[in-house]
Protein backbone atom coordinates (compact mmCIF):
# COMPACT_ATOMS: atom_id res chain seq x y z
CA UNK A 1 0.00 0.00 0.00
CA UNK A 2 1.26 3.12 -0.56
CA UNK A 3 2.97 5.45 2.01
CA UNK A 4 1.95 8.91 0.56
CA UNK A 5 -1.67 7.28 0.38
CA UNK A 6 -2.07 6.46 4.15
CA UNK A 7 -1.72 9.85 5.21
CA UNK A 8 -4.86 11.49 5.91
CA UNK A 9 -5.39 15.23 3.72
CA UNK A 10 -5.53 17.76 6.34
CA UNK A 11 -8.39 20.22 5.85
CA UNK A 12 -7.95 24.06 7.14
CA UNK A 13 -11.34 25.63 8.75
CA UNK A 14 -11.45 28.34 6.12
CA UNK A 15 -11.91 25.15 3.12
CA UNK A 16 -14.71 23.33 2.61
CA UNK A 17 -14.51 19.95 0.68
CA UNK A 18 -17.57 18.62 -0.71
CA UNK A 19 -17.44 14.62 -1.92
CA UNK A 20 -19.87 13.36 -4.65
CA UNK A 21 -18.55 10.08 -6.27
CA UNK A 22 -15.58 10.33 -7.82
CA UNK A 23 -16.06 13.90 -7.70
CA UNK A 24 -14.01 16.41 -5.62
CA UNK A 25 -15.02 20.22 -5.13
CA UNK A 26 -12.72 22.22 -2.80
CA UNK A 27 -13.56 26.00 -2.20
CA UNK A 28 -11.12 28.20 -0.51
CA UNK A 29 -10.17 31.76 0.43
CA UNK A 30 -8.37 31.92 -3.08
CA UNK A 31 -11.07 30.27 -5.15
CA UNK A 32 -12.77 26.65 -6.19
CA UNK A 33 -10.87 23.67 -7.50
CA UNK A 34 -13.28 20.58 -8.73
CA UNK A 35 -11.63 17.13 -10.25
CA UNK A 36 -12.91 14.05 -10.65
CA UNK A 37 -10.74 11.13 -9.68
CA UNK A 38 -10.33 7.99 -11.06
CA UNK A 39 -12.36 4.71 -10.56
CA UNK A 40 -11.42 2.44 -8.29
CA UNK A 41 -10.59 5.00 -5.11
CA UNK A 42 -12.79 5.19 -2.02
CA UNK A 43 -12.33 9.06 -0.79
CA UNK A 44 -14.12 9.56 2.78
CA UNK A 45 -14.01 13.06 4.99
CA UNK A 46 -14.12 13.01 8.84
CA UNK A 47 -14.66 16.00 10.99
CA UNK A 48 -10.96 17.75 9.57
CA UNK A 49 -9.23 15.47 7.38
CA UNK A 50 -9.67 13.59 3.93
CA UNK A 51 -8.51 9.69 3.59
CA UNK A 52 -7.97 7.86 0.17
CA UNK A 53 -8.57 3.86 0.51
CA UNK A 54 -8.09 1.48 -2.51
CA UNK A 55 -11.47 0.02 -3.38
CA UNK A 56 -9.44 -3.61 -4.06
CA UNK A 57 -6.16 -4.48 -3.72
CA UNK A 58 -5.58 -4.73 -7.48
CA UNK A 59 -2.90 -3.25 -9.48
CA UNK A 60 -5.02 -0.25 -10.72
CA UNK A 61 -6.15 0.95 -7.55
CA UNK A 62 -2.96 0.51 -5.57
CA UNK A 63 -0.97 2.53 -8.38
CA UNK A 64 -3.98 5.39 -8.14
CA UNK A 65 -4.06 5.66 -4.24
CA UNK A 66 -1.06 8.02 -3.41
CA UNK A 67 -1.83 9.57 -6.55
CA UNK A 68 -5.66 10.49 -5.75
CA UNK A 69 -4.53 11.53 -2.78
CA UNK A 70 -1.46 13.89 -3.73
CA UNK A 71 -4.12 15.41 -6.21
CA UNK A 72 -6.77 16.11 -3.25
CA UNK A 73 -3.73 17.71 -0.81
CA UNK A 74 -2.82 20.35 -3.98
CA UNK A 75 -5.88 21.18 -4.65
CA UNK A 76 -6.56 22.09 -0.63
CA UNK A 77 -3.13 23.62 -0.63
CA UNK A 78 -4.20 25.84 -3.83
CA UNK A 79 -6.93 27.55 -2.65
CA UNK A 80 -5.50 28.38 0.45
CA UNK A 81 -2.47 29.83 -0.92
CA UNK A 82 -1.67 29.12 -4.55
CA UNK A 83 0.94 27.96 -6.59
CA UNK A 84 3.64 30.58 -8.56
CA UNK A 85 6.72 29.54 -10.68
CA UNK A 86 9.53 31.94 -11.34
CA UNK A 87 11.25 32.26 -14.59
CA UNK A 88 14.26 34.00 -15.49
CA UNK A 89 14.82 35.70 -19.08
CA UNK A 90 18.83 36.06 -20.08
CA UNK A 91 20.31 38.03 -22.78
CA UNK A 92 21.06 40.64 -24.47
CA UNK A 93 17.39 42.47 -25.71
CA UNK A 94 15.45 39.85 -23.85
CA UNK A 95 12.57 40.98 -21.78
CA UNK A 96 9.09 40.43 -21.05
CA UNK A 97 6.09 43.22 -20.07
CA UNK A 98 2.23 42.18 -19.22
CA UNK A 99 0.00 43.92 -21.28
CA UNK A 100 -3.63 44.07 -19.60
CA UNK A 101 -3.22 40.01 -18.60
CA UNK A 102 -1.12 39.53 -21.28
CA UNK A 103 2.61 38.41 -21.28
CA UNK A 104 4.39 39.88 -24.36
CA UNK A 105 8.14 38.83 -24.67
CA UNK A 106 10.94 39.57 -26.42
CA UNK A 107 13.46 36.81 -27.68
CA UNK A 108 15.12 37.60 -30.15
CA UNK A 109 12.24 36.68 -33.12
CA UNK A 110 11.36 39.29 -35.51
CA UNK A 111 8.33 39.15 -34.02
CA UNK A 112 7.08 39.46 -30.26
CA UNK A 113 5.79 36.20 -28.28
CA UNK A 114 2.46 36.75 -26.32
CA UNK A 115 1.17 34.06 -23.93
CA UNK A 116 -3.06 34.73 -23.02
CA UNK A 117 -3.38 33.41 -19.61
CA UNK A 118 -5.81 30.45 -19.26
CA UNK A 119 -8.42 31.17 -16.79
CA UNK A 120 -7.47 31.59 -12.56
CA UNK A 121 -3.97 32.31 -14.21
CA UNK A 122 -1.87 35.88 -13.74
CA UNK A 123 1.57 37.36 -14.62
CA UNK A 124 3.77 38.91 -12.79
CA UNK A 125 6.97 40.80 -14.09
CA UNK A 126 10.22 41.97 -11.81
CA UNK A 127 12.39 44.62 -13.47
CA UNK A 128 11.68 43.35 -17.58
CA UNK A 129 13.40 40.06 -16.79
CA UNK A 130 11.94 37.87 -14.28
CA UNK A 131 8.40 36.64 -14.76
CA UNK A 132 5.92 35.02 -11.87
CA UNK A 133 3.17 32.34 -13.06
CA UNK A 134 0.63 32.13 -10.40
CA UNK A 135 -2.73 30.69 -9.39
CA UNK A 136 -4.61 27.82 -7.63
CA UNK A 137 -4.24 25.15 -10.37
CA UNK A 138 -0.44 23.59 -9.53
CA UNK A 139 -0.80 21.59 -12.82
CA UNK A 140 -2.12 24.84 -14.97
CA UNK A 141 0.69 26.86 -13.81
CA UNK A 142 3.43 24.13 -14.28
CA UNK A 143 2.17 23.83 -17.92
CA UNK A 144 2.41 27.33 -18.50
CA UNK A 145 5.57 27.88 -17.14
CA UNK A 146 6.87 25.62 -19.12
CA UNK A 147 5.20 26.38 -22.71
CA UNK A 148 6.91 30.36 -21.81
CA UNK A 149 10.08 28.52 -21.20
CA UNK A 150 9.40 26.44 -24.22
CA UNK A 151 9.44 30.08 -26.43
CA UNK A 152 12.77 29.87 -26.14
CA UNK A 153 14.73 27.25 -24.09
CA UNK A 154 18.10 28.12 -22.91
CA UNK A 155 20.98 27.10 -25.10
CA UNK A 156 23.87 25.58 -23.68
CA UNK A 157 27.14 27.48 -25.06
CA UNK A 158 25.83 31.15 -24.24
CA UNK A 159 23.37 30.29 -21.74
CA UNK A 160 20.47 32.69 -23.26
CA UNK A 161 17.18 31.88 -23.33
CA UNK A 162 14.20 31.83 -20.45
CA UNK A 163 14.97 28.96 -17.79
CA UNK A 164 13.05 28.13 -14.62
CA UNK A 165 14.22 30.73 -11.56
CA UNK A 166 17.53 28.27 -9.79
CA UNK A 167 17.50 26.08 -12.83
CA UNK A 168 20.96 25.21 -14.05
CA UNK A 169 21.77 25.13 -17.72
CA UNK A 170 25.06 23.36 -18.18
CA UNK A 171 27.43 24.75 -21.01
CA UNK A 172 29.75 23.55 -23.82
CA UNK A 173 32.55 25.01 -25.25
CA UNK A 174 32.57 26.94 -28.50
CA UNK A 175 34.93 25.91 -31.20
CA UNK A 176 38.38 25.52 -30.67
CA UNK A 177 40.54 28.44 -32.07
CA UNK A 178 42.28 27.49 -35.39
CA UNK A 179 46.25 27.86 -34.88
Given at each position: MSRIGKRPVPVPAKVTVTIDGQAVTVKGPKGELSRVLPEGIVISQEESAITVTPESESRRSRERH???RTLIANMIEGVTNGYQKRLEIQG????AQVQGSKLNMSLGYSHPVIFDPPEGIQ???????NVIVSGIDKEVVGNIAAKIRDARPPEPYKGKGVRYAGEHVRRKAGKAGKK
Open positions: GLCVGYRFAVESNT
